[in-house]
């Protein structure tokens, strides 16, 4: 039998730095056998080099569109936004499959070529945990970016101004550090913050940036499942400077903050980081803002409100990227016992349950979207 061939794509989302293999996975998988080609790309915080040097293949840019139907295409994020019917199997994050904006168009393109998504954020074990995601470093980054917002916003009048990815971790924290010092010399004391769903992977993740950069454990609310029970909103989040969500949702629950919760004399709040980002899902406990933000433009004002501090959200769909090194190796690390199993992914119970529900959710989608 042919060894399969993956084909790893270069990344088209701006400034997204991360890859879901990573020259040490790269390495595993030739050595069982797979066939690797890997797009050049500017992008990458790995150098082309490094998989060369462990033996893949090195091709042009973008070239995934005209390779043969049978090899893999595996990339990180979302695919630009173009019409063409899709071909491949492709295993990457869409943002589909929670009628998000625009679901429809993104997801038919894989029916209308009789190709099929193998969804990264569905790929789950037999219990229903996922077997690999950017949870830790997403948490991580968001709350290390917002502590820098709040104490941005007590020194400035200006937005926060666009961020880039770090080399590593010592590096981010040093500027946080910093930033949470002057935040300190402003406001006469350390911010307050909220982090619900803290005991998740992107809760720890935000929890353990907040704590390096020299939060104490009695200025930070570690909030779960028990806390949030009885139901939002909940005025321990206008109560704190931060509230940085964690929760990952499929279906709705009552809001954690909203409009009306935001309106009080007393609010402190001043900084929210949506991890999350599901800035179009009706699903969303954060219903304060539309505008998912970007590396360029970290934050959204929150309009309307008739008092208090200004109040800026971060909804920065790729946060790990901020960290693209680590988060990379980190989740290629975690992904590389289902990735060995793509050459009979179809009998893999991983991928077999990503196919189900792809086939669940294309059965939901409207005839008209099937048939541009």
């Not at 946080?176 to 982090?195: C, D, S, T, Y």
């Not at 964690?246 to 629950?253: E, P």
Request: hydrophobic letters at 40%; aromatic letters at 8%.
């Amino acid at each position: 039998m042919a060894p399969t061939v993956l084909h790893l794509r270069s990344e088209t989302k701006h400034l997204e730095h991360r890859s879901a293999l990573t020259p040490a996975t790269t390495a595993e998988l030739i050595k069982a056998g797979y066939i690797v080609n890997v797009e050049r790309s500017p992008e990458r915080i790995f150098d082309d080099e490094e998989f060369e040097k462990v033996g893949a293949t090195l091709v042009p840019e973008h070239s995934w569109v005209d390779a043969p139907k049978e090899h893999i295409i595996v990339g990180l994020k979302e695919l630009e936004e173009k019409d063409f019917p899709l071909k491949h199997v492709h295993v990457s994050f869409a943002h589909c499959y929670k009628q998000q904006a625009g679901w429809e168009t993104v997801l038919a393109r894989y029916p209308r070529g009789d190709g099929t998504l193998l969804d990264l954020e569905f790929l789950v074990d037999e219990h229903g945990r996922r077997v690999a995601a950017f949870g830790f470093h997403a948490g991580f980054a968001g709350a290390a970016l917002a502590l820098e917002v709040w104490a941005w916003q007590l020194n400035h009048s200006e937005p926060f101004p666009g961020v880039e990815s770090y080399p590593n971790e010592d590096a981010l924290i040093a500027d946080v550090q910093k930033a949470v010092k002057e935040g300190v010399e402003k406001a006469g004391r350390l911010p307050r913050v909220i982090v619900i769903g803290a005991r998740g992977r992107c809760g720890s993740g935000a929890v353990s940036a907040l704590k390096k950069a020299g939060i104490p454990d009695e200025n930070i609310l570690d909030w779960d499942m028990a806390e949030t029970a009885k139901g939002g909103p909940f005025k321990e989040i206008t109560d704190s400077d931060i509230f940085v969500n964690c929760i990952y949702l499929t279906s709705k629950i009552p809001n954690f903050v909203n409009m009306e919760s935001l309106q009080i004399p007393d609010r402190q709040l001043r900084v929210v980081c949506d991890v999350s980002a599901d800035t179009t899902s009706p699903f969303t406990p954060v219903p304060i803002y539309t505008v998912a933000t970007t590396f360029d433009k970290p934050t959204v004002p929150v309009d309307g409100l008739a008092s208090g501090p200004p109040l800026s959200v971060i909804s920065i769909d790729h946060l790990p990227s901020l960290l693209p090194r680590e988060a990379s190796e980190a989740f290629s690390h975690d992904l590389l016992p289902s990735l060995l199993t793509l050459n009979d992914w179809q009998n893999s119970p991983v991928w077999a349950r990503a196919k189900k529900l792809f086939d669940e959710k294309v059965a939901t989608l409207p005839e008209s979207a099937l048939q541009k």
